[in-house]
């Protein structure tokens, strides 16, 4: 079970909302926070979430007034079944009744060989971590005179590092459910 937190992952930056930093909200309808983890070590469940929130801080001349901060409904969970996505709501993974938010703040956002990384605080499960997240910026400017980034991202986590522990063992030994979850963020945001 992977979540993104992505997040971040997916996700995003929040950390000083400096003057000269242009605001980005998520459109949600044109993004998609993702994940994937394997089941009985043979295959892979993938899943994403269907409600999720943020904006991103951007200002490439300097990147200390950078920054992201992102939602995402843990109710949202949607992997094309009804009955594993009402199991993965419950206390057995994501606590959607306790834990209903899973967020990602950044404190910080540097250049980096390839692209750009976010660090910052990921929350899962009541549990926070800190986290960076490599990710790669597109901008463009829309048929109706609006500018908009695309941000790709992918990280892995370790879901028992976030007090989620469900899963049986196999015959062989083997987990059900994997621990790794792969987040996958692909995110489109409009200038405000």
């Known amino acids: 079970m992977k979540s993104v937190l992505c997040a971040a992952v997916i996700g ?14 998520i459109d949600a309808d044109h993004s998609n926070i993702g994940f994937s983890v394997k089941h009985l070590g043979i295959s892979n469940v993938k899943g994403k979430f269907n409600a999720f929130s943020g904006f991103i801080m951007a200002d490439e001349k300097n990147l200390a007034n950078c920054s992201v901060e992102v939602e995402i409904r843990t ?12 199991h993965l709501k419950t206390a057995d993974f994501f606590d959607a ?8 703040k950044s404190s910080k956002v540097r250049k980096t060989k390839d692209g750009y990384s976010a660090a910052g605080s990921f929350t899962l499960h009541g549990v926070k971590k800190e986290i960076t997240i490599p990710f ?27 007090g989620v522990r469900w899963s049986n063992l196999m015959d062989n030994g083997g987990l059900v459910v994997g621990n790794e979850v792969k987040i996958n963020l692909e995110v489109e945001a409009v200038k405000q």
């Open 12 to 25: 995003f930056f929040a950390a000083g909302q400096a003057v000269c930093a242009d605001k980005y909200v």
């Open 136 to 162: 790669t910026l597109q901008k463009a400017t829309d048929p109706w005179g609006k500018s908009r980034i695309g941000i790709e991202a992918g990280l892995s986590i370790n879901r028992q590092d976030y």
């Open 75 to 86: 109710d949202s969970v949607d992997t094309a079944n009804e009955k594993r996505d009402a």
């Open 97 to 104: 009744e306790k834990f209903p938010v899973l967020t990602f």
